[in-house]
Structures are given as C-alpha cells and as structure tokens.
C-alpha cells in the first residue's frame, strides 16, 4: 500500500461529508481499523482515496 501525501489527506469532516456519516463515525471507523487515521500536528486526517474507495457503491447497476 502507498502512503498517502500530505496533498491526499482531508479532515474527519469532509469525511463524513463523503460517506454520508458524522465525523463522529469516521473517528469510530478509525478506531475499528476500518479507515486509517493519520496525525498532523493536533488534527487526525484520513486518505481521500480510501473514503472515495468506501463511499464508491460495490457491484451496484448501472
């Protein structure tokens, strides 16, 4: 897996705006290990590639 760049990541709250969750849930998706989390200074940021991945609809129709 490829790191993410500092230009890739984004906020909890853009996050869930992405998902359609709370950043709440995001923070929840990351202590479950199903997003990772990544701390710039004070702030926690996930990869915007892995929440396009999860929020892109699986086998659905076209």
């Given at each position: 897996m ?9 906020g ?51």
């Amino acid at each position: 897996m490829v790191p993410p760049t500092p230009t890739d990541l984004i906020g909890l709250a853009e996050a869930g705006r992405l998902l359609g969750v709370s950043r709440w849930m995001v923070r929840a998706m990351i202590e479950r290990d199903e997003l990772n989390g990544y701390r710039v200074g004070r702030l926690v940021k996930v990869s915007a590639r892995d929440v396009r991945r999860m929020a892109r609809p699986m086998g659905g129709a076209s």
